[in-house]
């Protein structure tokens, strides 16, 4: 049979119900829970609703067409394997078919052996890039978690902390909380020359400042009450390789005047204890304007520009509110294998509330939004219910906006307009015309794209009783 452990679930799409019929009744007959749609947006609907690991599809269908239907199943459902069938069936179709990430290609008339070993073949596929994904997502949870985003913010700060990691420089990151300034700091040192040496993380202001001190260039034995033996510090700990030092901001003046001498003459004078050369490289980050605290007389004026090196500005979680599904997804599967749940993915209207909210605790609110969305969903999919209340609440949409300028044409504030709201679906026009409020054929003209003349339904040839009718 196959490697999939559950009865797996195959949706089949055409307009002819013989088809339907016929497949349904073929691939029952495997031991598989078939579903039918005699259209696209049927399909869509269904796979909102029902995880499904395998989705067979005609090309040729009135109003949405397999291509189309190809290219939204891969925007919202992308772990989804597509086997396209027509009785159109050229190479020109096939190489279009699987460009657009179908997994296989299969022409009318439909023989039983033929759909039968399509199936099980992309149901293996389907398994193995589960079994895959999962395994990526426990070992990034037990190591190093990834920095998940594809937007355009995102990849112009990594390819920042990219090109300064081949440096010794000292770099200074800059965000809100809970942006993932520590990851970033990971990255910069796991594509740095020091890169197999130790990267050590301090939270300056998780510790208190009467070992502070202590904690960061370390004590001799005797050196205050209570230190009955020697300490190493966090230099010391990082020595040869990588310090990060989140919210420094919170480092009390004295303190200061220790570190700008750790990276001006690369020295460290342990508490009671004597001068000593220490090789560390310098990571810095803070959620506070330093300019400013300078300014106030709150941090040294030399000790900032000492660490302002190369600042790189980690975007909040609104302005790229692009990630969100992708984050929203890596999270999902991290916690749904944590806690056993059987969930593979979001509904449209919990995917829509997310997007619109401003996530004032950026990807740290994120994570434990979907968490709790994982544990208390009750099926296969995340509703808007599942998610925290302050996401349903109506006034939370601080999500992306627009602006234009006066005067611009109506066409082009349209045209924007429906380009954004498309980005926000992830390609899906239904949706995206349901909130514009507009008709789906509208989001076609609008963009000059059009849809497809629907043509003739293929005729079914009978040929012999391993032909499907």
């Keep these: 049979m196959t490697s999939t452990a559950r009865t797996p679930t195959i949706l089949v799409v055409d307009d002819e119900p013989s088809i339907l019929d016929a497949l349904q009744k073929v691939l029952a007959k495997e031991n598989m829970s078939v579903r039918t749609a005699s259209s696209g947006q049927q399909a869509l609907d269904i796979l909102r609703n029902v995880p499904v690991q395998v989705m067979i599809t005609d090309l040729r269908m009135p109003g949405m067409t397999g291509e189309d239907l190809l290219k939204a199943v891969k925007a919202l459902t992308p772990e989804v394997e597509v086997i396209m069938m027509t009785a159109y069936g050229t190479v020109e179709n096939a190489v279009g078919a699987m460009k657009l990430g179908a997994y296989d290609f299969i022409s009318k008339p439909l023989k039983r052996a033929a759909i039968i070993a399509?199936?099980?073949?992309?149901?293996?596929?389907?398994?193995?890039?589960?079994?895959?994904?999962?395994?990526?997502?426990?070992?990034?949870?037990?190591?190093?978690?990834?920095?998940?985003?594809?937007?355009?913010?995102?990849r112009a700060a990594l390819d920042m902390a990219r090109q300064a990691a081949g440096s010794s420089a000292t770099v200074l990151l800059l965000g809100e909380s809970g942006t993932g300034k520590e990851l970033f700091a990971r990255y910069i040192q796991q594509h740095s020359p020091r890169a197999a040496r130790p990267l050590v993380p301090t939270n300056c202001a998780a510790l208190p400042e009467s070992i502070l001190e202590s904690e960061l260039f370390g004590h001799e034995k005797g050196a205050f009450t209570g230190a009955v033996r020697a300490r190493e510090g966090r230099f010391l700990e990082a020595h040869t390789g990588t310090l990060f030092l989140d919210e420094i901001g919170e480092i009390p003046l004295h303190i200061q005047v220790k570190l700008l001498r750790a990276l001006q003459e690369g020295e460290i004078e342990p508490v009671g204890?004597?001068?000593?050369?220490?090789?560390?490289?310098?990571?810095?980050?803070?959620?506070?304007d330093l300019s400013e605290e300078v300014k106030a007389g709150r941090f040294r004026e030399d000790l900032f520009y000492r660490i302002n090196v190369i600042p790189i500005r980690v975007p909040p979680l609104r302005d790229r509110l692009e990630d969100v599904p992708l984050l929203a997804d890596h999270f999902l599967r991290i916690f749904a294998g944590k806690h056993g749940k059987p969930v593979s993915g979001f509904t449209e209207a919990a995917l829509y509330r997310m997007g619109n909210y401003g996530w004032p605790g950026n990807v740290r609110e994120m994570e434990?939004?979907?968490?709790?969305?994982?544990?208390?969903?009750?099926?296969?999919?995340?509703?808007?219910?599942?998610?925290?209340?302050?996401?349903?609440?109506?006034?939370?949409?601080?999500?992306?906006?627009?602006?234009?300028?006066?005067?611009?044409p109506l066409e082009e504030v349209e045209r924007r307009m429906?380009?954004?709201?498309?980005?926000?679906?992830?390609?899906?026009?239904?949706?995206?015309?349901?909130?514009?409020?507009?008709?789906?054929?509208?989001?076609y003209r609008k963009l000059e794209s059009g849809a497809q003349p629907a043509e003739p339904a293929p005729r079914v040839e009978s040929e012999s009783d391993e032909v499907i009718h």
């Design 118 to 154: 399509a199936v099980q073949k992309a149901l293996d596929k389907h398994a193995l890039v589960a079994e895959n994904r999962e395994l990526k997502a426990q070992l990034a949870a037990a190591t190093n978690r990834p920095i998940v985003g594809n937007s355009q913010v995102l």
């Design 273 to 288: 204890g004597r001068l000593s050369k220490v090789d560390v490289r310098l990571i810095c980050a803070t959620n506070r």
């Design 368 to 408: 434990n939004a979907v968490e709790r969305a994982v544990v208390l969903c009750r099926g296969g999919l995340v509703d808007e219910h599942d998610l925290p209340p302050e996401l349903r609440d109506p006034q939370a949409g601080h999500g992306r906006q627009i602006t234009f300028s006066v005067g611009t």
């Design 418 to 443: 429906i380009t954004e709201t498309l980005k926000f679906t992830r390609g899906d026009k239904r949706l995206a015309a349901d909130l514009l409020g507009i008709a789906t054929r509208t989001i």
